[in-house]
């Protein structure tokens, strides 16, 4: 079996590599391609990734290439985790939407809007190289923001599904608290990448004992003080919502807090330049504990988990996934893209129906996945009055006089990532 990763020479590869490495009988790789422009990076990365398949007995084969035709050929898999524009974009994603008193932030709001204009044609365009070297090749997506990518790739016919780590993390945090194996805890997880509430947190599947009451009763604090937000409204709720859903939250809060301290972008910028200069060290063979502070935690078990499916059939027949619509949500259209319990094959992913949601959830999720299907079509068409319609259909910003500026900056700020621009 060959996968590929594009984005291959990224700091989070080692975290991958660990996780095929370790569950290599799910996911019995024969080679593994790394992909990136970045040669320099590339060779740091692919010597430790080597290193550690080394350490760990993993038969399997590691090569680094910069061509992606090269390396996604004869590929059964390819894996999508890839940064447009590196960290220094993601830098100015999340300052600049910060001076109209907006959230600065990667995935969500203006900034997540630049990221899906900078990303969306690359995505496309790696997508269809995957497509001409090998049609049956599965396409997992990574790369953020993970809704609005999986979206544009499956519409334009591609055998794709989308990923994401916050399930896992809620999965492996619950366990811990419940003292229970991850595998016999079941997510009520629902709702749209970065935009999801657990409903529900179940022992030993979906039938099992709703134990999310106890989680709350017992834990509460701790699960607040995690996502940043009042015990009182985890109560109130009776959800544990994403951490994503404090920009909405406690929208003013959050903005306030961004502009008093270095952004994320900064931290993750040294913490990768430190990173680096470990993955050179020929003596190290597994992955530093600096990386469980990079993100992505548990990224590698949900994609081994996913791919094993996709490929063989072999994986956890349930699992959250980002994939088309289809009536799950029936106030979102069939072809919108939604993050819930999905049942997995060699054939794709079939989400589970979900019981009706309240008003307070289904209304926030029906406003973000508007302003979704506008962001993609102005990453498809671009155009001005396209990006502008998309900021003004935003929760987090929904005023002309901000959209307007905010369009302004998008422009100028991305303007070598923007064809059309």
Same mark, same amino acid.
């Given at each position: ?81 890839? +940064? ?146 009042? +015990? ?31 952004? +994320? ?8 330049? +430190? ?147």
């Amino acid at each position: 079996m060959k996968l590929a990763v594009v984005g291959g020479g990224s700091t989070y590869t080692p975290e991958l590599i660990d996780g095929f490495a370790r569950l290599r009988d799910t996911l019995p790789i024969g080679e593994l391609v790394l992909i990136d422009p970045a040669a320099d990076r590339l060779d740091l990365v692919g010597g430790l990734a080597r290193r550690i398949f080394a350490k760990q007995g993993h038969p399997g084969r590691i090569t680094v290439t910069q061509d992606v035709d090269a390396g996604v050929a004869g590929a059964d898999a390819v894996l999508l985790q890839l +940064r447009v524009g590196g960290q220094a974009a993601r830098l100015k994603d999340e300052t600049w939407p910060l001076e109209c008193g907006c959230i600065g932030q990667e995935t969500t709001g203006a900034g997540g809007l630049a990221k899906a204009l900078r990303t969306v044609p690359v995505i496309l365009d790696i997508a269809e190289r995957v497509r001409r070297a090998n049609p049956d090749a599965w396409i997992i997506d990574f790369t953020n923001p993970v809704g609005i990518v999986t979206r544009a790739l499956l519409q334009a016919g591609h055998k794709a599904v989308g990923l994401c780590n916050v399930a896992i993390g809620f999965q492996r945090r619950f366990a811990k608290l419940l003292e229970v194996a991850p595998s016999e805890v079941y997510l009520e997880h629902v709702g749209l990448n970065h935009l999801t509430w657990e409903r529900g947190v179940r022992i030993g599947g979906p039938e099992g004992a709703d134990v999310l009451p106890e989680l709350l009763a017992k834990h509460g604090d701790a699960l607040a003080a995690d996502l940043r937000l009042p +015990r009182a409204v985890l109560d109130r709720l009776g959800v544990v919502p994403s951490y994503y859903l404090r920009y909405f939250y406690a929208h003013d809060e959050a903005v306030r807090e961004l502009g008093t301290k270095p952004s +994320r972008a900064a931290e993750v910028a040294e913490m990768e330049k +430190r990173l680096l200069e470990m993955y050179g060290d020929p003596a190290l063979d597994e992955k530093p504990e600096l990386l469980s502070k990079r993100g992505g935690a548990f990224y590698s078990e949900a994609a081994v988990d996913l791919a094993a499916s996709l490929l063989r059939g072999e994986g956890s027949p349930v699992q959250v996934v980002n994939t088309y619509n289809n009536g799950t949500l029936p106030f979102l259209p069939p072809d919108a893209v939604v993050e819930v319990q999905a049942r997995v094959s060699t054939s794709g992913a079939v989400p589970l129906a979900v019981p009706a949601l309240d008003p307070l959830y289904a209304g926030l999720i029906a406003n973000v996945s508007a302003y979704e299907d506008l962001a993609l079509e102005a990453a498809l068409h671009g155009g001005r009055d396209r990006v502008f319609k998309a900021l003004l259909s935003h929760p987090l910003i929904g005023q002309y006089a901000y959209a307007e500026t905010l369009t302004d900056q998008l422009i100028a700020h991305n303007r070598e990532h923007l064809a059309w621009a």
